[in-house]
């Protein structure tokens, strides 16, 4: 069980308040996370400036799901997985058989999604240190050293959300619970 508070925009801490409104506009809602979040405005801040960082990034939303997807696979992360996994399916119109296969950490029927998948968990499960034959590979989907920061990028995000989740046993929200996984 959690000893965490699931903020509100209304509860939160002063300055978590305006960007759980900003959360509540975005999304219609505040998902759990970012409630529990609030406790820390600079963890809040942190995570939002991320994760609009990496959606101007040169990866297209398609990608930054199978980044932010295959990181929280690899990170045990149970709510950050289902989260992503409902977005993924609903709003970018990912392939639940893609979607399905990073769950399951099978391959993706798509070759240069599978590079992206299987490079992203190279970076998550090495701490960022990729073998050669990886790179290459990553490289040779058509990829460059741009993708491999955003990347980074992406598994930094996710990295700050799956520890935090998974320390703080986020309460997955009801909107999430059909995409529910176990790691």
Known sequence: MSTFTIFSSDNAPVQSQPLLRSVQNKYGFVPNLFGSLAISPAALEAYINLGE?????SLDAVEQQIVLIATSVE????YCV???SLVAKQMVKV???VVDALRGRTLIP???LQALAAFTRAVVANRGEVDK???EAFFAAGYGNQQVLEVILGVTMKTLSNYANNLMNTLLD???KPETWEG
């Open 53 to 57: 960082m990496l959606e101007t990034s």
């Open 110 to 112: 798509d070759a240069k």
């Open 133 to 135: 034959a990886s790179l």
């Open 174 to 176: 009801d909107p999430f």
């Open 82 to 84: 289902a989260a992503h």
């Open 95 to 97: 392939s639940p058989v």
């Open 75 to 78: 990170n045990g992360c149970e």
